[in-house]
């Protein structure tokens, strides 16, 4: 018979209990002493660690419970000092939907709690003079372990510069690929916004307005050419006079959703680019004495809490964004690890939810 290329099972209760017979010092188990008594590498360990998905869930489990019986603590601090940096991952952000950012950093959240390692926000205004002067003060003066970036300051390319010229390791969140693989989470907004249009034709809508978001956002532009691509597959388009800009706040919606029941004739559906927008516009029908989706279907784009807390509940584009925190987090862990291997999962899909605000048109 042939010899087994399989690897044996670890007890990890057996791995515990030499451990404490062994140990009559009572000294503390470093990251090293894990991984030997694990018959695992110390990057596996370290994985476990930081929640990475790349791990086999039994192997994780096994480890998570060893890790407890022997007491080991892992040291951020004694980390930040080996790489001259703190135990702090920053947040750079500009996003004008506070939503979209509490959800990203309960997914980055989610990845820190197990490792002792804080987050630090910096809201800045990516036109301010002294943004990229700022963001690098914030940088340097917290000493950074990395940074994550939201969109839009994901897309400058200015930023990303400075931080490769600082050393600090950063994952970019964008609806595309603006860097290498290893600094990436790609959102893939233009599926959604085909998704959005294919929902809207599918229901016999001909006559559709769009609602964009702010010009320097790329996922405006992208949900937008996703939104007019998954027309074309209908045959359908959207008339100048029914491309309206918006700011991606609700404010924006509510005075759009005004100008909208003024063209003539009045679309029978529309998309705007975020659910603040969408959900303007369902109070800019309500205020003139509409009734939606009858009177006008709207669809939006995210699903944050907000889809569900208007009147028709919004039926819109699902962007996971706690999932979107976490991975970038995830990734985030392992740019410094020594074989710079990523994590498995580096993009999220949009995934559309039907809901009260659309229906088959009316006239």
């Not at 603590?73 to 952000?93: C, E, K, M, W, Y």
């Not at 002294?130 to 940088?139: G, P, Q, T, V, Y």
């Not at 003139?288 to 669809?299: D, F, I, K, R």
Request: with cysteine; proline share 6%.
């Amino acid at each position: 018979m042939g010899r087994s290329n399989k690897k044996p099972e670890v007890d990890y209760a057996a791995a515990a209990k030499r451990w404490a017979e062994s140990n009559s010092s009572g000294r503390k188990p470093t990251m090293q002493d894990v991984a030997d008594l694990a018959g695992v590498s110390k990057k596996t360990i370290s994985r476990i660690i930081n929640n990475s998905p790349s791990v086999n869930e039994v192997t994780r489990r096994g480890i998570q419970e060893l890790i407890r019986e022997v007491g080991y603590r892992p040291d951020p601090q004694a980390r930040g000092l080996a790489s001259n940096r703190s135990f702090l991952v920053g947040l750079i952000t500009d996003n004008p939907t506070p939503q979209y950012v509490v959800n990203i950093q309960h997914g980055i959240l989610d990845v820190l709690r197990q490792t002792g390692y804080e987050l630090v926000v910096h809201p800045c205004d990516r036109k301010s003079d002294s943004f990229l002067e700022d963001a690098k003060r914030f940088i340097e003066v917290q000493k950074l372990y990395g940074v994550i970036l939201t969109p839009s300051v994901s897309e400058d390319e200015r930023l990303a510069e400075v931080l490769r010229g600082l050393g600090c390791a950063y994952i970019r969140i964008a609806s595309i690929a603006l860097d290498m693989e290893s600094r990436m989470i790609v959102t893939n907004d233009r599926e959604g916004g085909k998704d959005a249009a294919r929902h809207l034709a599918k229901l016999g809508h001909t006559r559709i307005a769009c609602v964009t978001g702010r010009r320097s956002f790329r996922s405006s532009t992208e949900r937008i050419a996703g939104f007019e691509e998954g027309l074309a597959e209908y045959g359908l388009s959207v008339p100048p006079m029914y491309m309206l800009g918006g700011d991606y706040t609700f404010e924006s919606g509510l005075a759009l959703g005004a100008d909208l029941l003024d063209l003539d004739p009045p679309p029978t559906a529309v998309f705007a680019a975020n659910d603040e927008m969408a959900a303007g516009i369902l109070q800019a029908l309500h205020v003139a004495g509409h009734t939606p989706p009858e009177s006008l279907s709207v669809v939006g784009f995210d699903d944050f809490e907000t889809a569900t807390r208007v009147w028709p509940r919004l039926t819109t584009a699902r962007t996971p964004a706690r999932k979107i925190g976490r991975l970038a987090a995830e990734r985030l862990f392992e740019f410094y690890d020594g074989d710079r291997e990523t994590v498995a999962e580096n993009e999220t899909m949009p995934e559309l939810v039907e809901r009260d605000s659309t229906r088959r048109p009316s006239h």
